[in-house]
């Protein structure tokens, strides 16, 4: 914006005076029967924390605006960390609009979230809360979506469908939280429960965060994974649901996140913190172990050696230093850490670095990122990747599925194919996304026909309600889990004047085109 803010005179042009806790609310205060009515007619509190958020923060209040969920039964509780911007402007001229609208500012800058979302949970009147960054924003339904789940769910916590918006593409974050319909189930009864930890799609009960005093610890990086740690530990039930709810922001120009300003180093001394905070909690054996599963397995291998940061830096040392201060923290636990990783490759790093092999780390991972099309064999009924390095020529994938044939017949398309793997027992079926829009997507049974072949017949009458598109198809197994068919040669067909095509995209996997 080309408006000018200054801090002092906008302070005094609107006569605001912090409190002894340092923050003013914005909003003339109400009678105490307004406080009454505003108790039971409101449903859901929805907190957002910003920060010089001026470029996409009228379209994030819009979104909670305009919700189908009457705006009326919304107390959408805004708190402004100290902006420099036009972003107190901005809510301020809301706050007169609406005063179901409560705009807080802060006297001083906190520098993470944490502060400015737990006065959003101090202040929330609702039964059900929610939090929304001030970069992201709702599906039009979202709320109402998530509200009605609980309503007659009676479950603690629900959480639904993202979309990650990207300059050239979209896709959907957490698949294991959006896979299905689920209600009343255990969040220990979902394996991937604690890999995706951020505030966004979810909604819970007020009373099991006010109640179990749950807040963000003031960390710059990782207080929203220690926040909803608490959060599942202390649901009894939870739902979850397919329907999109929220649109997380990551296009190139949206750059002032505090998690890209946040170095690597510092990023992983908030997860040993995180680390040493679930270890204190003591809690049942099986929670513990899938929760440090994600703060072991994907904060502290993945997200630091299988990131380009680590393959161009020139102090790989410092790396090294901040993994031994990991591998400390599992030497007090009664089991071994790598029983719980997802993906093999990262059990071969791990004993990389337990070895002294620290200098193998990134020329695997390298190869890993780099090489799009691996080969893999198939060695007793198991499929490994091959490498080109000797001391680990095989390494093992967890699944892996072969397109045999593909055949067009007068009113039907049939794919034969095999899969090899941990997870043979348990495919699902064949989904068939849209590239551009994740939410459009087609799914259909597969049929096995032998120990590892699988058939999938689609009718062209079904075919020919596709909207033209290029689809992406993957194998889904474990209810969320997903591969791509290996392939090469395309089929395609002409019918009723549109072109369906079954090719070999870049990576050679089947894709799908209608044109």
């Not at 509190?45 to 705006?71: G, H, M, R």
């Not at 990023?267 to 703060?295: A, C, F, G, P, Q």
């Not at 923290?329 to 029983?339: F, R, V």
């Not at 197994?477 to 068919?485: E, P, W």
Request: hydrophobic share 35%; proline share 4%.
């Amino acid at each position: 914006m080309s408006n000018t803010y200054n801090k002092l005179d906008f302070e005094k042009q609107h006569k605001i005076q912090y409190n002894s806790d340092g923050y003013f609310i914005a909003n003339k205060k109400p009678s105490l029967f307004d406080v009454l009515k505003k108790k039971k007619d409101k449903v859901v509190t929805v907190v957002t924390p910003v920060y010089n958020a001026e470029k996409y923060l009228t379209k994030t209040i819009d979104s909670v605006v305009n919700q189908t969920l009457n705006f009326n039964e919304i107390e959408y509780i805004l708190v402004d960390d100290g902006s420099t911007d036009q972003s107190r402007p901005i809510l301020l001229d809301y706050a007169k609009k609406y005063a179901n609208m409560v705009v807080v500012f802060l006297e001083k800058n906190t520098g993470t979230p944490a502060q400015p979302r737990n006065l959003g949970i101090e202040l929330a009147t609702a039964p059900y809360i929610t939090f929304l960054d001030a970069d992201d924003w709702l599906e039009q339904d979202g709320l109402e979506t998530l509200y009605q789940i609980l309503k007659e769910s009676n479950d603690d916590y629900v959480v639904g469908k993202t979309i990650q918006v990207e300059t050239k593409s979209t896709k959907i974050v957490g698949e294991h939280e959006s896979c299905m319909e689920r209600r009343g189930v255990l969040p220990t009864s979902i394996p991937h429960i604690f890999q995706h930890l951020g505030p966004r799609s979810r909604m819970m009960k007020t009373s099991v965060l006010k109640e179990n005093n749950i807040r963000y610890p003031e960390m710059k990086f990782a207080e929203d994974k220690q926040f909803f740690i608490d959060v599942l530990t202390n649901a009894k039930t939870i739902s979850t649901t397919t329907k999109p709810i929220y649109y997380l922001n990551r296009l190139d120009e949206n750059d002032a996140s505090l998690t890209k300003q946040t170095s690597i180093i510092q990023k992983m001394d908030t997860n040993i913190k995180v680390i040493n905070y679930v270890k204190s909690k003591k809690l049942d054996i099986k929670t513990e172990k899938m929760i440090l599963n994600r703060l072991y397995e994907f904060d502290c291998i993945t997200r630091l050696f299988n990131r380009q940061h680590f393959f161009k830096s020139k102090n790989k040392e410092a790396y090294y230093e901040k993994f031994n201060e990991v591998i400390e923290t599992t030497k007090d636990l009664p089991y071994s850490i790598e029983d719980q990783f997802f993906h093999p490759i990262n059990k071969v790093v791990y004993h990389m670095f337990l070895n002294g092999d620290q200098e193998k780390i990134a020329p695997l991972f390298m190869w890993d990122k780099k090489e799009k099309v691996k080969e893999i064999e198939i060695i007793d009924d198991l499929p490994y990747m091959v490498t080109p390095f000797e001391e680990n020529k095989h390494i093992r994938v967890s699944m892996a599925g072969f397109y045999h044939e593909g055949t067009f017949q007068e009113d039907k398309y049939t794919l034969s194919f095999s899969v090899y793997g941990d997870y043979i027992h348990e495919v699902n079926d064949i989904v068939l996304r849209d590239r551009n829009d994740p939410a459009n997507q087609y799914s259909f049974n597969v049929m096995k026909k032998d120990d590892y072949l699988f058939e999938l017949t689609i009718p062209m009458s079904v075919l020919k309600g596709f909207k033209k598109a290029g689809y992406a198809i993957f194998l889904r197994y474990n209810d969320y889990q997903k591969i791509s068919l290996i392939r090469k040669e395309p089929n395609q067909i002409m019918y009723e004047k549109r072109l369906y095509q079954f090719y070999t995209t870049v990576n050679s996997n089947l894709g799908f085109n209608i044109k």
